[in-house]
Each structure stands twice: as C-alpha cells, then as structure tokens.
C-alpha cells in the first residue's frame, strides 16, 4: 500500500512560480512510476507530467513543456513539480498519483494505482 500526501499548493498571480511536492509512504519508492495530473471545474483529470522510477525517463503535456518540470528524490520518497511562468489556465486541483511500473512511464490516469488528495492551485490575472 502506498499513501501519497501532496503540499505546495496555493494563489499565486500569472507569471509567478510554484514548486508542488508529493511524499510517499510504502516500500522502494524507485519501483513506482510517478505521475501529476490536473484537474479544472468541468474538465477530465489530465496527465501533466511523469517520470520513471528511476528518474531517467519523463513525459509533459504539451500545454506545460517548458514551464513545468518534474523530478523525484528517491531517498526522500518524494516527487516535485516546478512550474514556472504559471497561466490562468493552469488553474486547477493538481493530484499526484503512483504505479509500481519497473520500467516507463505511463500516461493515463486509468493506469495508475495510488493518488493523493491533491492540492489546489489557483493563478489570477
């Protein structure tokens, strides 16, 4: 079982940056594939970024390419979400989500096992 707590969330103005964390509970953390996925009022849950367990491997939404990255630190058991440059339209309750994967990433939230509560973020004009 792995449980998965997110942090870092908050209001911020466009253009302003925010790092969002997820730490996570169980064993060998570097087994799972990671993933962050949004989701705005009215809208489906999308992927954002994934990383592999170990790292070496990551994916991004078109719409965060170059503003957000994703990272992991296997021996905290924690993976990070910089996102820079941050628009209105990434407004949304951002979710981190895990899968015991022992190679790859995977995109669809239908493919991942564990998800946290989530943290909100909001970006105003």
């Known amino acids: 079982q792995v449980q998965l707590v997110e942090a870092g969330g908050g209001l911020v103005q466009a253009g302003d940056s925010l790092r969002l964390s997820c730490e996570a509970s169980?064993?060998?953390?570097?087994?799972?594939?990671m993933g962050w996925f949004r989701q705005a009022p009215g809208k489906e849950r999308e992927l954002v970024a994934a990383?592999?367990?170990?790292?070496?491997?990551?994916r991004y939404a078109d719409s965060v390419k170059g503003r957000f990255t994703i990272s992991r630190d296997n021996a905290k058991s924690t993976v990070y979400l910089e996102m820079n440059s941050l628009k209105v339209e990434d407004t949304a309750h951002y979710y981190c989500?895990?899968?015991?994967?022992?190679?790859?990433?995977?995109?669809?939230?239908?493919?991942?096992?564990?998800w946290g509560q989530g943290t909100q973020v909001t970006v105003s004009s």
């Open positions: 989500a895990a899968v015991s994967l022992s190679y790859g990433i995977r995109s669809r939230a239908e493919n991942y096992r564990y």
């Open positions: 169980g064993p060998i953390f570097s087994s799972y594939a």
């Open positions: 990383i592999s367990g170990s790292g070496t491997m990551t």
